[in-house]
């Protein structure tokens, strides 16, 4: 198990370069960058990320700042809005930001700087990636890591309550229950909690904005915990809809194909008593996929599934972020948190896999490999 684990650790390396390189290539490749977004800002055109989901934005962003093309020094040229602009002034830009580099050049001294965990500053926040990604990650994994405790600890009981009870009005009813759930869009959700419960046109029983109240930090400990909790009630249960139902389905399906099996008849016809039978045998074998799976799921919904639940709680995490850095071409805060976070999600993997062993120590990699 330790080769397998040391052989996967090193596949880490080349997959990881490969992910860089395609995403760095598509990016490269993309129309707009730092520069255009200066000159966005020079000429007072550029507009918020924000304003883009909030629909105040009349078009995009690059199609009303980059009108134009600059018919003197090829410098300037490249760069759609630029006219009246110093070209020696587009040359010290091109400078700072690393962009009179050949591509190849800039790829690989991003990477070495990454191999010693160095991302750089951002372009346009002046802060170090790392502090920003820092500052966010308080909302992102409170998000990922309630949502993805609540979505196990409620979809797995169900799951197999469902398995024993298959064709039952319980597994009719709570079906349809669902089926409902996993229909209706997480974001959609979230907007019928707020009209219902943070003061839309019923209750106003919950906050609707932001992580904590103004004066969290006033307030004594049990005080804060619970004000924590109360804020992130509603952006939890609307991220929890999707991931319950489809991991309750999941976790169903394997009981029963489990079930049907012979030795679970073989241990019910030794005399086993059914609870024996289910949780010393079936649970085994049927919770292998969906246990391991625990790492991935967290990691999906720690930095893939927030973006819209972020802004409409206004919640300030690593999914709005994200999306600002790849609408204003803030580079380094681009491929700085992808880098580490895929860095992150391959690890995740690997430990996913050695929780299937965890869970069932009769799995062995290396016999499988040979």
């Not at 008849?265 to 059914?274: H, P």
Request: glycine share 10%.
């Amino acid at each position: 198990m330790l080769a397998y684990a040391l052989r996967r650790l090193l596949l880490i390396i080349p997959t990881l370069f490969g992910i860089m390189v395609v995403n760095f290539v598509i990016v490269q490749l993309a129309p707009g960058g730092p520069i255009e977004q200066i000159i966005a800002q020079l000429q007072g055109t550029a507009v918020d990320a924000t304003a883009r989901i909030g629909g105040s934005a009349t078009g995009d962003l690059q199609g009303r700042a980059l009108q134009g093309q600059f018919a003197g020094d090829s410098t300037v040229s490249r760069y759609r809005g630029a006219r009246g602009l110093d070209p020696q002034f587009i040359k010290q830009l091109e400078q700072e930001f690393g962009f009179d580099k050949p591509l190849p050049e800039r790829f690989l001294l991003m990477m070495s700087h990454y191999l010693a965990f160095d991302f750089g500053k951002s372009y346009f926040r002046d802060q170090r990636v790392v502090d920003l990604v820092l500052a966010k990650l308080p909302v992102s994994i409170s998000l990922g890591l309630w949502t993805t405790l609540l979505i196990y600890l409620v979809s797995i009981p169900l799951g197999i309550r469902k398995a024993i009870l298959d064709g039952s009005r319980f597994d009719v009813w709570t079906s349809a229950v669902v089926i409902v759930g996993y229909a209706i869009p997480g974001f959609l959700f979230a907007v019928l909690l707020i009209v219902l419960f943070a003061g839309g046109s019923y209750f106003s029983w919950f906050p609707l904005r932001g992580l904590v109240s103004d004066d969290w930090a006033t307030l004594p400990w049990w005080q804060q915990g619970l004000d924590y909790l109360w804020h992130l009630a509603l952006p939890v249960t609307a991220l929890l809809v999707g991931g319950f139902a489809s991991l309750t389905m999941l976790t169903k399906n394997s009981f029963l194909e489990e079930i049907n099996k012979q030795y679970v008849i073989t241990a019910r016809a030794k005399g086993l008593t059914e609870r024996r039978v289910l949780y010393g045998h079936v649970f085994r074998n049927a919770m292998l996929i969906v246990i391991a799976g625990f790492p991935a799921a967290f990691i999906h919904l720690l930095f893939t599934s927030n973006l819209l639940i972020e802004v409409i709680f206004s919640l300030d995490g690593l999914g709005l972020q994200g999306y600002e850095a790849a609408i204003t071409r803030d580079y380094p805060l681009m491929f700085g948190t992808l880098y580490f976070f895929t860095l992150l999600g391959l690890v995740m993997n690997l430990i996913g896999d050695l929780m299937y062993v965890a869970v069932d120590p009769r799995i062995d990699f290396e016999a499988r490999r040979s």
